[in-house]
């Protein structure tokens, strides 16, 4: 494996920047990717960038939109690992696709894997490590004598305005639960 073809970003710079500063961020490291994958497909069109992706996807390829999707969540507090893999897998993916026989390929095939490895310089993974329970669209944990139940902000906001859940199988009062941290969890990028 060769080294990683875009430059490493400084922990400590991007641990400074705030959300405008951490959006224009992602947008140079995506140009830069987007630059990078021109060098062996002159045509390849420039990627729009959203920051409205939700749940435990951290990006998106969305072919349709002309562009790509990242999650804001996920990448406020994963900065370093979001630029630097994230932003390419995503760009391998956008450049596959563009290519000839692209529609073919399969999404983290050999075309990809490719990419990722020989234009990169990374380790093709499928998957991230990032804790995605605040990304989550239920990101609320309730808890009752038998198990933990996951709330929307919609209804968490009821709850803490006064609105009781019971469990449907032990009848207890559900109970917020505040964020403790335990293990990752393992997602698709």
Same mark, same amino acid.
């Given at each position: 494996?060769?080294?990683?073809?875009?430059?490493?970003?400084?922990?400590?710079?991007?641990?400074?920047?705030?959300?405008?500063?951490?959006?224009?961020?992602?947008?140079?490291?995506?140009?830069?990717?987007?630059?990078?994958?021109? !060098?062996? +497909?002159?045509?390849? @069109?420039?990627? /729009?960038? &959203?920051?409205?992706?939700?749940? $435990?996807?951290? #990006?998106?390829?969305?072919?349709?939109?002309?562009?790509?999707?990242?999650?804001?969540?996920?990448?406020?507090?994963?900065?370093?690992?979001?630029?630097?893999?994230?932003?390419?897998?995503?760009?391998?993916?956008?450049?596959?696709?563009?290519?000839? !026989?692209? +529609?073919?390929?399969? @999404?983290?095939? /050999?075309? &990809?894997?490719?990419?990722?490895? $020989?234009?990169? #310089?990374?380790?093709?993974?499928?998957?991230?490590?990032?804790?995605?329970?605040?990304?989550?669209?239920?990101?609320?944990?309730?808890?009752?004598?038998?198990?933990?139940?996951?709330?929307?902000?919609?209804?968490?906001?009821?709850?803490?305005?006064?609105?009781?859940?019971?469990?449907?199988?032990?009848?207890?009062?559900?109970?917020?639960?505040?964020?403790?941290?335990? #293990?990752?969890?393992?997602?698709?990028?």
């Amino acid at each position: 494996m060769k080294q990683p073809a875009l430059p490493d970003p400084d922990h400590v710079w991007l641990a400074s920047l705030d959300e405008a500063a951490l959006h224009e961020a992602l947008l140079g490291r995506v140009a830069a990717a987007w630059q990078l994958c021109r !060098d062996y +497909h002159p045509e390849l @069109p420039r990627p /729009r960038v &959203w920051l409205d992706l939700r749940g $435990r996807c951290a #990006g998106q390829a969305h072919y349709g939109r002309g562009g790509l999707r990242f999650n804001p969540v996920l990448y406020r507090e994963n900065r370093y690992p979001f630029l630097t893999e994230v932003v390419p897998h995503e760009m391998a993916h956008w450049l596959v696709r563009h290519l000839s !026989d692209g +529609h073919r390929a399969r @999404p983290h095939g /050999r075309e &990809w894997r490719t990419v990722m490895e $020989r234009l990169f #310089g990374l380790e093709p993974r499928v998957t991230h490590v990032f804790d995605t329970r605040r990304a989550s669209p239920m990101p609320y944990r309730y808890h009752c004598g038998c198990q933990e139940h996951f709330f929307t902000s919609r209804r968490h906001s009821l709850a803490r305005n006064g609105r009781r859940y019971r469990c449907l199988s032990c009848a207890q009062t559900l109970v917020y639960q505040s964020f403790v941290e335990h #293990g990752k969890h393992t997602t698709n990028v």
